[in-house]
């Protein structure tokens, strides 16, 4: 039955995934259900918004049950090698 709440504290899911740590420059594979609880697509969007907040651009790929992620710093770019 539905009711109605006097306050309630959503989690803030954003502040819980370790985006400083996945932003860092180097290749990631995140797996869903282990590494993220939500969509695929929707990690894709979060993780487009922290890239812009921090400055610079993120390149995804969805695989399957995984997304590849890689940050670059806006004019920069990585190695490769």
């Known amino acids: 039955m539905a009711a ?12 819980m995934l370790p985006w400083d740590k996945w932003l860092d420059g180097r290749i990631w594979q995140l797996t869903e259900g282990e590494d993220f609880k939500v969509q695929k697509v929707t990690l894709r969007q979060m993780a487009a918004i922290r890239a ?9 790929n969805i695989r399957g049950h995984t997304i590849v992620l890689q940050f670059t710093p806006k004019g920069g770019r990585k190695k490769r090698g």
């Not at 109605?4 to 502040?15: C, D, E, G, H, I």
């Not at 812009?52 to 995804?60: A, F, P, S, V």
């Open 52 to 60: 812009r907040q921090k400055g610079g651009k993120i390149r995804t």
């Open 4 to 15: 109605v709440l006097k306050n309630f504290t959503f989690p803030r899911l954003a502040s």
